[in-house]
């Protein structure tokens, strides 16, 4: 098998105003937060460890016309995807190749993210079938 399908997606976000700025602020914060594990400690008998929990997964869909894409139909270009998790995440904040900010609030008036996810389970012929 050639391994677990991968895919990219980038967005240019430019807010209106400063509550929009805050909006994506947030945006991306949410990724971040949900491409890493978490920590925890587990104990058995009173022996305390250091253990790291797993990413978060995404469900990603293709939506046309609001609708979702069930890959039912061969001769259409989009497709299913299995639960994923976030490998890669990049946020640009330059406009034009310089840093600029929406008045004194320290907002960036564009945001650039690139996000990279892989799928949790390797394809198969019978995937494929049932459009993945």
């Known amino acids: 098998p050639g391994g677990f399908r991968e895919f990219s997606y980038t967005f240019v976000m430019v807010p209106k105003n400063v509550n929009e700025a805050k909006v994506i602020f947030n945006i991306v914060?949410?990724?971040?937060?949900r491409m890493h594990?978490?920590?925890?400690?587990?104990?058995?008998?009173?022996?305390?460890?250091l253990t790291l929990g797993y990413p978060d997964e995404f469900s990603i869909k293709y939506y046309v016309?609001?609708?979702?894409?069930?890959?039912?139909?061969p001769n259409k270009p989009l497709f299913r995807i299995h639960n994923c998790f976030l490998e890669s995440f990049a946020a640009d904040y330059t406009t034009?190749?310089?840093v600029s900010f929406?008045?004194?609030?320290?907002?960036?008036?564009?945001?650039?993210?690139?996000?990279?996810?892989?799928?949790?389970?390797?394809?198969t012929k019978e995937d494929i079938r049932k459009g993945y």
């Open 37 to 49: 594990p978490g920590v925890g400690s587990a104990g058995i008998n009173d022996i305390k460890s």
């Open 102 to 123: 929406i008045g004194d609030d320290q907002q960036p008036l564009t945001t650039t993210i690139s996000l990279a996810f892989k799928e949790t389970q390797l394809i």
């Open 65 to 73: 016309n609001k609708k979702a894409i069930d890959g039912s139909d």
């Open 29 to 33: 914060k949410f990724f971040k937060i």
């Open 96 to 98: 034009s190749s310089l």
